[in-house]
């Protein structure tokens, strides 16, 4: 129980110290290091739903032939579909933009942003409770120390994650402690997005394959859709590149390393 606990609570411990940069740095996020930032974070996630939840779902239903791809590939596109109808359905902002998407909406800029993010972190909070809802079933090839580097990558990924939450909010003028407690706010949702899967794993198993498929869905969503378009567009993108490089291997040696 206090492996679990540990385990659902890092990945929002990596949001609070991203968030605390705020009270390190004077003046906005320089762009480099944004660039940088964004593409590491594109790069865990992306290994992370590979390593962690598209290959051990299909390592699940490997007794069933061609058919062992069937869960992967429909918890894929729920996964993404789902987050499709969620960035529709909710008003927010995404960082270096001043057009909000979604319904119309009276909400402040900072409130759209902060809905953005909280968008972002969903996914990532129900890939940590699906990988322990694994480990705990017995029924998968993972283990507990690979559902705990999960947690660790996502909290690595985190990391950037509040820091280029909470930096362009002092920048558009709150102060350092507002900044700071947005962009930790911004990660709750992971933790109680763990614990909702958690709680539900036990009636859900048979069909466990396409939820560890369905993280990895809404994973990549966030990816493609919102990570990879900021970190390529305009200057610095060569940076970006190696950012997701360098976090793509950083979160493949931890599953491998740990599980």
């Given amino acids: 129980m206090v492996t679990l606990t540990i385990g659902l609570l890092i990945p929002l411990l990596g949001t609070m110290l991203g968030s605390a940069f705020v009270f ?11 660039k940088s930032l964004l593409g590491f974070a594109s790069g865990v996630m992306v290994a992370a739903s590979v390593w962690s939840l598209l290959i051990p779902a299909m390592e699940m239903e490997s007794g069933k032939g061609a058919w062992s791809v069937f869960p992967a590939a429909v918890g894929f596109l729920l996964g993404i579909g789902f987050l499709l109808l969620i960035d529709e359905l909710t008003p927010h902002l995404h960082i270096g933009t001043d057009k909000p998407e979604g319904p119309r909406s009276r909400l402040s ?33 993972i283990s507990l120390a ?28 709150n102060s350092r402690w507002r900044s700071f407690l947005i962009g930790t706010l911004s990660g709750v949702v992971e933790p109680i997005g763990a614990l909702a899967v958690l709680l539900l794993a036990s009636v859900l198993t048979p069909v466990l394959p396409y939820m560890l498929t369905f993280a990895a869905g809404a994973m990549f969503y966030v990816v ?30 931890l599953d491998v390393v740990m599980g």
Avoid at 24 to 34: A, G, H, Y
Avoid at 150 to 170: H, L
């Fill in 224 to 253: 493609v859709e919102e990570l990879i378009p900021e970190a390529s567009s305009g200057q610095h993108s060569n940076l970006s590149t190696i950012g997701f490089a360098i976090g793509f291997v950083l979160m493949m040696v």
């Fill in 24 to 34: 390190l740095m004077k003046d906005e996020m320089p762009m480099r290091l944004q």
């Fill in 146 to 173: 690979s559902a705990l580097a999960v947690a660790v990558g996502i909290a690595i990924q985190n990391v950037p994650e509040g820091a280029i939450i909470s930096m362009p909010m002092r920048a558009a003028g």
């Fill in 109 to 141: 800029k900072t409130a759209m942003l902060a809905l953005a993010v909280t968008i972002h972190n969903l996914p990532e909070g129900m890939a940590v409770g699906v990988v322990f809802a694994g480990a705990d079933s017995g029924t998968t090839n």
